[in-house]
């Protein structure tokens, strides 16, 4: 019996000819993220007794959440941070200019094919559309591999997920992953390893793996997977500047679960409060009004997410009394879309253009939600308070959706456009 692909990493990892599911290994990762976390993150480090971290240049440290700084609390974290690489000779950080960290850090070369990162932001499971093992930890764990280099993991089951066929117009990455966690629920992939296969998939940009690897999270998934192929290598090329070694499923690998989607079935979803798995057409919800739009995030703040946005949006304007905030994934994607035409195309449609960052997301600064609110996202999450407000409403969309019901003031289907 062969191997998944996660059991091939962990295996290479840790040392192991072969692994199974269930077994416990001791792994090195080969980059360990944090943001703005980092600060809550050194205090714990410092209680270790530790007085330099072991493997610098395996840490990456990229501000994002709330850049620039919203309050004086949020200043002063970012000072302790560059305190702290300062201290600890840590190269790889990436202050307020750079953009959110799921962008950012494969951007920059760090999302190896074949490695194993590990994160903590639970959205770290971004960085398998690039073939890595990526995987979020909570803030002790980082603190922990910033002393040891190492940790130990436990080898997840795998589910395959295939989608055949092509997408309507206006249909998109968004809306297929949100399907998907609408039929499984948020729990159904909880610490499972999910690969993400089939024609679709692989007729799909990069951008729309990173969708659907970043939202693999929110089916409780331990990392989602697209297999490295050709695009992936193109999409690397002057980034990566290495040697690497992509990781593939074995063909007699054994699977937990295969489920099958035709993405021709595929329409328009939505994400209704207050779970992400409360997902409906959006055509069911026709007419349903908001205030504001977000369009970004670690999910869909990429080059294609605002071009799609502004072909909708281009020469026209943005109904009456909606808010909507464009929020571009970092400084590469916001200077190519400037040279394009696109964030001009949508400031003229009348769209708030924001600094690359997290912005209102996680509910710190730019865009929060009043009491009664209610908000059309691009977001992975909006469980209540997710946008500062527990009283505020989240609809999670696609760019396309976005856009198109920015412009009818209603929620309106985009693939009926």
């Known amino acids: 019996m062969g191997m998944t692909f996660v059991e091939k990493v962990f295996a290479n990892n840790s040392g192991k000819n072969k692994v199974i599911p269930s077994e416990i290994v001791t792994v090195n990762p080969d980059i360990v993220l944090t943001h703005d976390n980092s600060a809550a993150i050194s205090k714990t480090f410092e209680k270790l007794g530790v007085k330099k971290v072991k493997n610098p240049d395996s840490l990456v440290i990229i501000l994002d959440h709330c850049v620039p700084a ?23 950080f990436f202050d307020i200019n750079f953009g959110i960290c799921h962008q950012v850090l494969p951007e920059q070369g760090f999302a190896k094919p074949g490695s194993l990162i590990l994160g903590s932001d639970s959205h770290t499971t971004t960085y398998g559309a690039f073939g890595a093992f990526s995987a979020g930890i909570g803030r002790s764990e980082a603190a922990v591999i910033w002393a040891t280099g190492e940790m130990w993991l436990r080898v997840p089951e795998t589910i395959k997920i295939e989608v055949e066929g092509n997408f309507r117009k206006n249909v998109s990455a968004k809306d297929l992953i949100l399907k998907i966690i609408g039929d499984i629920g948020a729990d159904g992939a909880l610490y499972k390893s999910v690969e993400f296969a089939g024609s679709a998939v692989s007729n799909m940009s990069i951008g729309g793996r990173m969708v659907l690897c970043n939202m693999a999270a929110e089916m409780g998934a331990k990392n989602g997977y697209v297999q490295f192929d050709d695009k992936t290598r193109e999409w690397l090329s002057g980034r990566i500047q290495d040697e690497y070694e992509p990781v593939y499923s074995d063909i007699d690998a054994s699977y937990e679960n295969i489920l099958k989607y035709d993405a021709g079935d595929i329409v328009s979803q939505v994400a209704c409060p207050h779970t992400v798995d409360n997902v409906r057409p959006v055509h069911e919800l026709k007419g349903l009004k908001f205030d504001q739009v977000v369009i970004g995030t670690c999910t869909n703040g990429r080059l294609e997410d605002l071009e799609r946005a502004a072909d909708i949006l281009k020469g026209k304007k943005v109904a009456d009394n909606i808010r909507v905030l464009v929020f571009p994934a970092s400084r590469e994607i916001f200077s190519d879309a400037i040279e394009k035409g696109i964030i001009a195309a949508l400031h003229s449609a009348g769209c708030i253009i924001m600094n690359p960052g997290c912005g209102p997301c996680l509910g710190a600064h730019e865009g929060v939600l009043a009491p009664g609110e209610v908000c059309i996202s691009t977001a992975n999450r909006n469980f209540k308070g997710r946008m500062g407000c527990k009283e505020g409403e989240i609809y999670l969309t696609s760019p396309e959706t976005a856009a198109a019901s920015a ?7 985009s693939d009926m456009l």
Do not use: W
């Open 70 to 92: 919203a309050s004086e609390i949020y200043a002063t974290n970012h000072k302790v941070i560059r305190q702290f690489v300062k201290k600890n000779l840590i190269a790889n």
């Open 407 to 413: 412009l009818a003031g209603e929620l309106l289907s």
